[in-house]
Structure formats: C-alpha cells, structure tokens
C-alpha cells in the first residue's frame, strides 16, 4: 500500500513538472516584403544603344523608384566617375557628379599652370584673355574677341548669383575691364592669373572681389 501511494505521488508531481516546462508559443512577426524603410525600393535597369560615333554599344543605367514608377535616366554612381572627374570635385569643393564636362576640365588641365605673357598665345606664356577664347572655342565651339574688353562687349551681362558653369568673369586689374576668366562652380573661376599662370582662383578672395566688375553669359 505505502509504495503504491508513493508509485501515485511521484506520477502526479511527474505530470505537474511537464506542465510548467510546456513550450511557449511565440507570435511571428509580420513581415514587409519591402527591404528598405517605408516600403520604398529601388530597382536597377539597363539599355543598350548603338553608338555610331565610336562604333559600340553603349550601356545607360537607370534607376527606378518601385512607389512612383518614376526613372533616373543616364545616373552614374561615383564608381564610374572618372580620375580627372575626382581631381576637380576635390579642387572645387563639390560633389563628383557635378563635374560633368569632361571637355572643359580636359582643356583646363593640358594648360594648368602655363605661365602668364601679355599678348602670350602659346604653351610658352599666354594671356587671360587668349586663354578664355581657348576654352569657349575648344569646349563650345564658339569664336570669342581676342582682349577682355571686347569679350566683356560680347557676352549678356548677368547677376553675380546667376553664374553657371562657363559665364564669364570680368575684372578691373589695371584701369576698366582688364582680366577675364571663366566660371566653373563653387564661386570658383579659372584663368590665367599673371603670378601663378593658368589657375583656379576664388570670386570670394578679397583681391578678386575688390576688383570684380561683371558676369557675362555666351550662347552656348
């Protein structure tokens, strides 16, 4: 009798025991099919064209915002930009993707830090004025005047704050419109200054600025 009560107590503390170790059932989490914060994903598409200037076909990214539908057309990440593209974000403070015109920076560094002669044309000394008909005629196929002046005379005078990638920038160096260089981005401008040559200088320098006369825009 004493081990059968004793068979009964330990079958009851047995089930007893099970019944607190019983698993406890966990609620899934409701999961978004979206792998980016608010639902927004982004989809990357390519097109082919045929190039007939070099002869292949050339691939365009595009990317796509799966809310809207809407494309980037021709974006690029900074992986594709190019070594003289990451030279010049550098020197003008900016964003990589904001150099664009290969053939401007192109010109500018074939002349970079060619010293400066008056009435100089040539990779032994130019003038700013020389050097700014070089770069309009080289990147936008348009023939300036040779002097500052005449080039100031030329172009459609514009606002300081509406200056865009290359306007032109007029000084007073020595007596009227005496110096010229073209505007990039930033609120810098490059040309052939006579202490350092070909450079990219300021439009906030006090130098510059003291002497600033006008912005002027060319029909590109």
């Not at 900016?94 to 074939?110: A, H, R, S």
């Amino acid at each position: 009798m004493v081990i059968r009560l004793l068979y009964i107590s330990i079958l009851v503390i047995s089930m007893a025991s099970c019944s607190l170790f019983r698993p406890v059932q966990k609620t899934a989490k409701k999961s978004s099919s979206s792998p980016f914060m608010d639902d927004i994903t982004v989809t990357l598409n390519a097109k082919q064209r045929y190039d007939k200037a070099s002869e292949r076909v050339v691939v365009t990214n595009e990317i796509k915002d799966n809310v809207s539908g809407n494309y980037l057309t021709g974006l690029q990440g900074v992986e594709f930009a190019s070594p003289l593209a990451f030279h010049y974000a550098l020197l003008l403070d900016v964003d990589v993707e904001k150099i664009k015109n290969d053939k401007l920076f192109e010109y500018i560094t074939q002349w970079w830090a060619v010293p400066y002669r008056i009435g100089g044309n040539g990779m032994n000394g130019i003038d700013c004025s020389a050097f700014v008909k070089g770069v309009v005629q080289n990147t936008y196929k348009i023939d300036l005047p040779r002097t500052s002046r005449e080039q100031a005379d030329f172009s459609t005078s514009i606002s300081k704050d509406e200056l865009t990638e290359g306007d032109l920038v007029f000084f007073n160096t020595r007596g009227g419109i005496s110096h010229v260089g073209m505007y990039l981005n930033n609120n810098k401008f490059v040309h052939a200054s006579t202490s350092n040559g070909v450079i990219i200088s300021d439009l906030s320098e006090t130098y510059w600025n003291k002497r600033f006369v006008k912005a002027g825009r060319i029909s590109k």
